[in-house]
C-alpha cells in the first residue's frame, strides 16, 4: 500500500477513554510490496458498490480465517502464530486468488471475565490480522458465534458451539441442552432448549448481555486502531457485528420480520454507534439479516426489509449454502449451469433496493462425507453466481442482465485441517484431529502437507478465479469459464457461440474470462486478478484498447499490461487503462492459444467489437 498518511491526517480519530493500550504504532508504516501508486486506498461505499479513492469498484473474493477461532486449541486465534498467520496469508493470495478475508474473533476469549478486556487475546489477534494487511490482503473482523456458546454443551455431548463467554451463559441457567433427533449440527439453532434460550435473552438484553457486548466490541475496536497503522488500518473494510443472527425463540405474534425490525435493527445501530466511538467512523457495518432469510430450506421472511436505505454507513451481508445439496434427500443430483443465480439474484436485489453494497461473506459445501461429491458442482455454481446473475447458456445472448459483480468469502481457509488437537467442549476422552474438528465439519479449502506447506483441498482452476478487482467505471457484463474439474470431467458451462468462431478458436479449450464496462474518467486503471494459470508469457488479452499477447510490464503510458498484485505473493493482475469517460470497453483475457496469429487476434476483435455493440450498445 502507498504512504497516505497525508491524506488521512485530516480524520479526527474518536476512541474510547476506557481501554489503556500499550504498543502505540511506529510512526512511519512499511509500504506493501509490490505497490503502485492506486493501490491501499480506503474502500467507501457509494452508489451501491465498494469504491477506493480513485472512484473503482471494487469486488473483494476471499476467505474465512477461520473456523480454528471456534476451537480451544490456540484460544479462539485463527493461527496458533504469527508466522503460520503470514504463510497462510501468503499462500491464500498465490494459490487461492483472494484479495480480501473475513477475520474471524471470538467474544468468549476477549472478554473470559465480565467487564475486563483480555488486551493480551487482543494484541495476538492484532498481530495475526496485520500478516494479511502486510500481504496486501483487505480485512474484515467479525465477532463469531454458532449456537451461542460451547458452555452450553456438556462435555459427553454430540455438539459444541462457540461465541459468548462462560460467564454470560452462567447467568442464564440454562436447561441442560439437547437436539434430540438431529443429523446436522444446525438443527440445534431451532430444536436445541438450551441454545433457544441463550440466543432469546442474548436480543432480549438479558442480565444486561448485550450491553457488555457492546461495550466489549468498542474496546476491542478501539483497540485496532490503535495498534494498527495508518496505512494498515486502511486496509480494514469495516465489521461484521455478529454472525448468522437468529431469534431463538419468537415472542407471540411476532414474526421473523417483526424481529428484525423491532430487536435486530436496532442492534446493529447501536453497533454502529459503537463503531464510530472506536474511531471506524468511516468504514462500514457489514450487517447480517435473519440467518434464515436466504435458506433454501429453512426460509422466513426478512432481509432487514424494514431498516429503510442502508447507504455508506452499512453492507447488506448474508450466507448461502445450499441445505438441500447438504441434506443429502432433498437434491439428488449435482448443482448443474445457473443453478444459484436466483438465489444470489436475490441479494443483488436487496441490496439494490437498500442501497448499499451485497457481500456473501459465508458459502461453501462438505468435502469429504455423502454428499461431498456435490462440492465441485455446487462451488462451481456458486462462483457462477458471484460473478453474473444469468447462467452460462444464456450469457452470451443476455449479457446485460449479468448485474454487479458480488464480493464473497468462501467457508474456509484453514491450514490445520485434519491437523487439529481440540478437546471437545474440554473433554480429554474426545480429541478432534480430522476435518476442521468442529461438529463433523469439513470445509476448509486448504491444509498442510507433511513438510508444512500450504496445499490446495479443491480443484485451483475452480478457486484462483479470473475476477474484476477493481473497474475504473461500472461494470456492465462479466463471467469466467474456470473449466474446473468434477472428478475427471471437465465443467463447461460457457462455451463461447459459434457464432463467434474466431473468439472460440482464440479460447480453445482454455479458461477465459470477458468483462465488459463503461468508463468513468478516473486516472486508475481497471484490474483483473490473473490466476496462476494465466502465466503472463501465455496470456492473450482482445479488448477494444487493442490485443496482446503476454502483455508486457505496466507503465501508466501502457493501455494493456500485467504487474505483480501489492503483497509480494507473486500473484499477478491485468491492468486496462481508459482515459474517457461514459465508453464502453470490454477485455477478453484466455490463456488457450499458443502464440497466436495477428489476423486471429484481429479477426477476435472484430467479432468482440460487434457483438457488445448488438448486445450492449
Same mark, same amino acid.
Given at each position: 500500500m502507498p504512504n497516505i498518511r497525508a491524506r488521512l491526517l485530516a480524520v479526527l480519530v474518536v476512541l474510547c477513554g476506557f481501554l489503556t493500550v500499550a504498543g502505540t504504532p511506529t510512526a512511519t508504516a512499511a509500504t506493501v510490496p509490490?505497490?503502485?501508486?492506486?493501490?491501499?486506498?480506503?474502500?467507501?461505499?457509494?452508489?451501491?458498490? &465498494?469504491?477506493?479513492?480513485?472512484?473503482?469498484?471494487?469486488? #473483494?473474493? +476471499?476467505?474465512?480465517?477461520?473456523?480454528?477461532? =471456534?476451537?480451544?486449541?490456540?484460544?479462539?486465534?485463527?493461527?496458533?502464530?504469527?508466522?503460520?498467520?503470514?504463510?497462510?496469508?501468503?499462500?491464500?493470495?498465490?494459490?487461492?486468488?483472494?484479495?480480501?478475508?473475513?477475520?474471524?474473533?471470538?467474544?468468549?476469549?476477549? $472478554?473470559?471475565?465480565?467487564g475486563q478486556v483480555d488486551t493480551a487475546y487482543l494484541a495476538a489477534a492484532t498481530d495475526q490480522m496485520r500478516a494479511f494487511l502486510d500481504a496486501g490482503i483487505r480485512v474484515y473482523p467479525d465477532f463469531h458465534q454458532d449456537l451461542y456458546s460451547r458452555y452450553l454443551f456438556d462435555p459427553d455431548s454430540w455438539y459444541t458451539g462457540d461465541g459468548a463467554p462462560q460467564w454470560a451463559v452462567d447467568l442464564g441457567n440454562y436447561p441442560d441442552e439437547s437436539c434430540g433427533i438431529c443429523f446436522l449440527w444446525g438443527q440445534n439453532i431451532t430444536q436445541n432448549g438450551a441454545v433457544k434460550a441463550a440466543q432469546y435473552d442474548f436480543w432480549h438484553n438479558a442480565h444486561g448481555l448485550q450491553d457488555s457486548f457492546l461495550a466489549m466490541a468498542q474496546q476491542t475496536m478501539a483497540y485496532i486502531r490503535q495498534n494498527l497503522t495508518t496505512e494498515q488500518f486502511a486496509g480494514v473494510l469495516g465489521f461484521d457485528p455478529y454472525n448468522e443472527p437468529y431469534a431463538g425463540t419468537y415472542d407471540s405474534g411476532q414474526t421473523s420480520r417483526t424481529w428484525e425490525r423491532d430487536l435486530l435493527w436496532p442492534f446493529y445501530v447501536k453497533f454502529r454507534a459503537r463503531m464510530d466511538a472506536a474511531g471506524w467512523q468511516d468504514k462500514?457495518?457489514?450487517? $447480517?439479516? !435473519?440467518? &434464515?432469510?436466504?435458506?433454501?430450506?429453512?426460509? $422466513?421472511? *426478512? +432481509?432487514?426489509?424494514?431498516? +429503510?436505505?442502508?447507504?455508506?454507513?452499512?453492507?447488506?451481508? %448474508?450466507?448461502?449454502?445450499?441445505?438441500?445439496?447438504?441434506?443429502?434427500?432433498?437434491?439428488?443430483?449435482?448443482?448443474?449451469?445457473?443453478?444459484?443465480?436466483?438465489?444470489?439474484?436475490?441479494?443483488?436485489?436487496?441490496?439494490?433496493?437498500?442501497?448499499?453494497?451485497?457481500?456473501?461473506?459465508?458459502?461453501?459445501?462438505?468435502?469429504?462425507?455423502?454428499?461431498?461429491? =456435490?462440492?465441485?458442482?455446487?462451488?462451481? /455454481?456458486?462462483?457462477?453466481?458471484?460473478?453474473?446473475?444469468?447462467?452460462?447458456?444464456?450469457?452470451?445472448? %443476455?449479457? %446485460?442482465?449479468? +448485474?454487479?459483480?458480488?464480493?464473497?468469502?468462501q467457508w474456509q481457509w484453514d491450514i490445520y485441517h485434519g491437523r487439529h488437537h481440540e478437546l471437545m467442549n474440554g473433554?480429554?476422552?474426545?480429541?478432534?484431529?480430522?476435518?476442521?474438528?468442529? !461438529?463433523?465439519?469439513?470445509?476448509?479449502?486448504?491444509? #498442510?502437507?507433511d513438510t508444512g506447506k500450504v496445499t490446495l483441498r479443491q480443484d485451483a482452476r475452480l478457486l484462483d478465479r479470473i475476477y474484476p478487482s477493481a473497474t475504473s467505471g461500472t461494470t456492465l457484463a462479466f463471467t469466467y469459464e474456470d473449466r474446473?474439474?468434477?472428478?475427471?470431467t471437465t465443467l463447461t458451462w460457457n462455451p463461447v457461440p459459434s457464432s463467434l468462431p474466431n473468439v472460440a478458436q482464440l479460447v480453445g479449450s482454455g479458461q477465459y474470462?470477458? #468483462?465488459?464496462?463503461?468508463?468513468?474518467?478516473?486516472?486508475?486503471?481497471?484490474? #483483473?486478478?490473473?490466476?496462476?494459470?494465466?502465466?503472463?508469457?501465455?496470456?492473450?488479452?482482445?479488448?477494444?484498447?487493442?490485443?496482446?499477447?503476454?502483455?508486457?510490464?505496466?507503465?501508466?503510458?501502457? =493501455?494493456?499490461?500485467?504487474?505483480?498484485?501489492?503483497?509480494?505473493? *507473486?500473484?499477478?493482475?491485468?491492468?486496462?487503462?481508459? /482515459?474517457?469517460?461514459g465508453t464502453v470497453h470490454y477485455a477478453l483475457v484466455a490463456n488457450g492459444a499458443a502464440n497466436p496469429s495477428a489476423s486471429l487476434l484481429a479477426a477476435a476483435r472484430s467479432e468482440l467489437s460487434t457483438w457488445v455493440a448488438q448486445k450492449i450498445g
Open positions: 509490490d505497490s503502485l501508486s492506486f493501490d491501499g486506498t480506503p474502500l467507501t461505499v457509494s452508489g451501491g458498490r &465498494f469504491v477506493d479513492a480513485g472512484g473503482r469498484e471494487v469486488v #473483494l473474493r +476471499g476467505y474465512n480465517v477461520s473456523g480454528e477461532t =471456534k476451537l480451544a486449541e490456540n484460544k479462539g486465534l485463527p493461527f496458533a502464530s504469527v508466522a503460520d498467520a503470514r504463510k497462510s496469508a501468503a499462500a491464500l493470495r498465490a494459490l487461492g486468488g483472494g484479495n480480501s478475508v473475513r477475520f474471524l474473533l471470538s467474544w468468549a476469549y476477549a $472478554e473470559p471475565v465480565r462500514p457495518a457489514f450487517v $447480517e439479516p !435473519n440467518l &434464515f432469510w436466504n435458506g433454501n430450506v429453512s426460509k $422466513e421472511e *426478512g +432481509g432487514l426489509l424494514d431498516a +429503510g436505505t442502508l447507504g455508506s454507513r452499512y453492507v447488506f451481508n %448474508t450466507h448461502f449454502y445450499d441445505q438441500k445439496a447438504i441434506s443429502g434427500i432433498l437434491m439428488w443430483g449435482k448443482a448443474a449451469d445457473g443453478q444459484y443465480v436466483t438465489d444470489f439474484g436475490t441479494v443483488r436485489d436487496r441490496a439494490s433496493a437498500a442501497r448499499t453494497a451485497a457481500i456473501v461473506s459465508e458459502f461453501g459445501h462438505p468435502l469429504s462425507g455423502t454428499v461431498s461429491d =456435490k462440492a465441485p458442482t455446487v462451488l462451481k /455454481a456458486m462462483y457462477q453466481a458471484l460473478d453474473s446473475r444469468v447462467k452460462g447458456a444464456s450469457w452470451w445472448t %443476455t449479457p %446485460t442482465a449479468s +448485474g454487479p459483480v458480488l464480493s464473497g468469502s473433554n480429554p476422552d474426545k480429541v478432534l484431529t480430522a476435518g476442521d474438528a468442529w !461438529n463433523d465439519e469439513d470445509l476448509s479449502a486448504v491444509r #498442510l502437507d474446473s474439474r468434477d472428478g475427471s474470462g470477458l #468483462l465488459v464496462w463503461r468508463s468513468n474518467g478516473g486516472s486508475a486503471p481497471t484490474e #483483473l486478478h490473473l490466476p496462476a494459470s494465466f502465466p503472463t508469457a501465455s496470456t492473450t488479452v482482445v479488448s477494444d484498447l487493442g490485443t496482446v499477447y503476454a502483455p508486457p510490464a505496466y507503465t501508466s503510458a501502457t =493501455k494493456i499490461a500485467a504487474a505483480p498484485e501489492p503483497g509480494g505473493t *507473486g500473484s499477478r493482475r491485468l491492468l486496462l487503462i481508459t /482515459a474517457d469517460s
